[in-house]
Structure formats: structure tokens, C-alpha cells
């Protein structure tokens, strides 16, 4: 899969999701994510009161995990406007669900990505014993 067909799975989903009160958001962030085997799956961002919302690549990552795959080829996430290069607390979150996601293509433009290894380079690793 091309990464201009992983930005437009995004595109399919983002836009205004209605919610509670016009002060909360959902859906202004999308992303799209290929794994290993093949499949696509997709997540829209949460951003509600008191830090509790999240972003579109952790909801993607859950649709992955409920079809019990884990290893990501390459990710993207859109704004309406452009192309979002993942927070920090995402970027680990593609680590620690797999180890094997450091060579993860994280797209920041429709031509250009790095690997979760540049991005991350300073990865937080727990402590043996």
C-alpha cells in the first residue's frame, strides 16, 4: 500500500463528531495504520475535559489490538489541513505494544517519513529484575 492510500483511509474518517457539549472535539485528528499482515485500520481523536480524551493513532492502535495483530508496517495522522507527526506518548505507545515497531515508517508528509527509531531515540525500556 502506498502511503497516498493510507492518507486517504484517514481522510475517510475525519471530520466533527458530535458530542456532549460544543466544548469537547472528537474526530478533528484521524489516523490510519497498515500492519504486517496487511490490513488497515483506522481512529479518530478524543479531546474532552480533564486529559481524558486521546489521540487518533491510540484509537487505531485498539482496532488493531482487538484483531489480535500488533506489528505496524507504516502510520499516518491528518488534520483537515495537513499531515500530524505522532506526540511523544504515541510514539512510545508504537514501541511498547511492539518492539519490532521501531522500524515503523511514520509518514510526516505524503513523500516523506522516518523510522519510529529516529523519532524516538531515547525510548523509555523497563528496568530488569
Not at 481512529?43 to 500488533?70: Q, V, W
Request: hydrophobic share 40%; charged share 20%.
Amino acid at each position: 500500500m502506498s502511503a497516498k492510500k493510507l492518507i486517504e483511509e484517514a481522510h475517510k474518517i475525519l471530520g466533527e463528531y458530535t458530542l456532549s457539549s460544543d466544548h469537547y472535539s472528537a474526530g478533528s485528528v484521524a489516523a490510519a495504520l497498515l500492519t504486517s499482515q496487511g490490513n488497515v485500520y483506522t481512529g479518530i481523536n478524543i479531546d474532552i475535559a480533564c486529559g481524558i480524551g486521546f489521540c487518533a493513532e491510540h484509537s487505531a492502535i485498539a482496532e488493531m489490538l482487538k484483531n489480535r495483530e500488533t506489528q505496524i508496517e507504516m502510520i499516518v495522522a491528518v488534520s483537515a489541513d495537513s499531515i500530524r507527526p505522532p506526540c511523544g506518548r504515541c510514539r512510545e505507545l508504537l514501541y511498547q505494544v511492539d518492539a519490532k515497531n521501531i522500524h515503523t515508517k511514520v509518514y510526516l508528509s505524503e513523500e516523506h517519513y522516518m523510522s519510529l527509531d529516529e523519532l524516538l531515540p531515547h525510548r523509555w525500556k523497563p528496568r530488569a529484575g
